[in-house]
């Protein structure tokens, strides 16, 4: 490590875990790897606990590991070279594309790779209180939807979701709430109908537990359209079978729309041998960790999606055809993510020599610059 990372580790404080080597590192993987995820008590953080485990056992590299409580503390010190890799959320999309959190002046397009994502039993979805007579998500119309206020990723998938059944904000009563948990006490105490989360919160349990109970609107694979349309809202979305939450029959499930979670990627210029080191012992050694911790076993082979809108890295590929998973229409999928990357920072590069100093102006304006380029190219704009 650096002396600008020990500094860093020592300064915030942040550093919770360290994982003595029990052997000697080998030639392909480095003596240590730094890492931020979600916050000490999530599942993404222990997933990543157990994982180091068993890339420390087969290599003897060191992890330490740094909880960040939101999208730009997991993602800074990844943006800085502090860390090696982030297991994030759906903010690492947000910030391959330069937008939301990301189209400020401090930020814009980063070099994004993904080495492996978790498809857990658990899902997104959009919980409804049961008494609000809503079947379908075009049954949404006319009904109170919580916007969470800073959440842009809740918020765009909350679009998504309404886009499926055919509505927007416009068919919806928008209730602003100040944070996550206020918006389903809203919905518990009638004030609100509906919001989006994660099937297992805590939140939507104690939708569930309260008198107006939940329902999960599905998403039925044979409505072309409406996949479609969330689609061109929020490309990031796959459909996925949950069989766990508040209200959930595991046996039954039910179809929804999800992304991965967590998403552990890295930069593009990640040394190629600790990605094929990290992608393998994952991979090969799946049996070890995949009960070690809520929502390990999201990272088995069968729940990656191969044309995703993230590029893996070269590494991840290179192992990927070693095994002979990857196909050429992968390969064309993950050259033409890359050439959308490369537009979108070369884009950026010119745009910054001449932008507003105002910060909203310079947001705008990138927007805008971002949207025309894609559009030239002809490539999804989507922001």
């Known amino acids: 490590m650096n002396n600008q990372s020990q500094r860093y580790f020592a300064a915030t404080g942040l550093l919770i875990a360290t994982l003595t080597a029990s052997t000697l590192a080998s030639a392909e993987m480095p003596d240590a790897l730094n890492w931020t995820a979600y916050g000490t008590g999530t599942s993404g953080h222990a997933q990543i606990m157990a994982i180091g485990q068993v890339v420390q056992k087969h290599s003897g590299t060191q992890f330490r590991v740094i909880p960040g409580e939101n999208d730009i503390l997991r993602m800074t010190p990844l943006k800085s070279g502090r860390v090696d890799l982030c297991a994030c959320?759906?903010?690492?999309?947000?910030?391959?594309?330069?937008?939301?959190?990301?189209?400020?002046?401090?930020?814009?397009?980063?070099?994004?790779?993904?080495?492996?994502?978790?498809?857990?039993?658990?899902?997104?979805?959009?919980?409804?209180?049961?008494?609000?007579?809503?079947?379908?998500?075009?049954?949404?119309?006319?009904?109170?939807?919580?916007?969470?206020?800073?959440?842009?990723?809740?918020?765009?998938?909350?679009?998504?979701?309404?886009?499926?059944?055919?509505?927007?904000?416009?068919?919806?009563?928008k209730l602003i709430f100040p944070g996550y948990n206020s918006a389903f006490n809203g919905i518990i105490s009638g004030r609100a109908d509906a919001a989006i989360t994660t099937t297992i919160t805590p939140a939507a349990q104690r939708l569930a537990a309260s008198p107006r109970g939940v329902t999960w609107p599905e998403l039925p694979l044979?409505?072309?359209?409406?996949?479609?349309?969330?689609?061109?809202?929020?490309?990031?979305?796959?459909?996925?079978?949950?069989?766990?939450?508040?209200?959930?029959?595991?046996?039954?499930?039910?179809?929804?729309?999800?992304?991965?979670?967590?998403?552990?990627?890295?930069?593009?210029?990640?040394?190629?041998?600790?990605?094929?080191?990290?992608?393998?012992?994952?991979?090969?050694?799946?049996?070890?960790?995949?009960?070690?911790?809520?929502?390990?076993?999201?990272?088995?082979?069968?729940?990656?999606?191969?044309?995703?809108?993230?590029?893996?890295?070269?590494a991840v590929v290179a192992y990927y055809r070693e095994i002979n998973i990857w196909t050429e229409a992968m390969q064309a999928h993950q050259n033409q993510l890359v050439k959308r990357q490369q537009l979108l920072s070369e884009t950026w590069d010119t745009y910054v020599i001449s932008a507003s100093q105002d910060e909203e102006v310079f947001r705008q304006g990138w927007l805008a610059t971002r949207a025309q380029a894609l559009t030239n190219a002809d490539m999804p704009v989507v922001f």
């Open 89 to 173: 959320g759906i903010a690492s999309y947000y910030g391959s594309e330069g937008v939301m959190m990301f189209a400020g002046r401090n930020w814009g397009p980063q070099p994004i790779r993904v080495i492996s994502t978790s498809m857990a039993s658990f899902g997104l979805g959009m919980a409804v209180a049961g008494d609000a007579q809503v079947k379908t998500l075009a049954d949404l119309k006319g009904k109170r939807l919580a916007y969470i206020r800073g959440d842009d990723a809740l918020n765009k998938a909350a679009e998504a979701y309404l886009a499926f059944g055919g509505l927007t904000w416009d068919d919806v009563e």
């Open 222 to 314: 044979s409505d072309s359209a409406g996949w479609k349309r969330m689609g061109d809202v929020a490309p990031y979305f796959q459909p996925h079978r949950v069989t766990s939450g508040a209200g959930i029959d595991a046996k039954r499930g039910y179809q929804s729309a999800s992304y991965p979670y967590p998403i552990m990627v890295a930069n593009a210029d990640l040394e190629y041998e600790t990605a094929y080191g990290l992608i393998k012992t994952m991979v090969e050694n799946f049996d070890s960790y995949k009960d070690a911790a809520p929502g390990a076993a999201g990272y088995a082979l069968k729940n990656q999606n191969m044309m995703w809108v993230v590029p893996f890295h070269d």
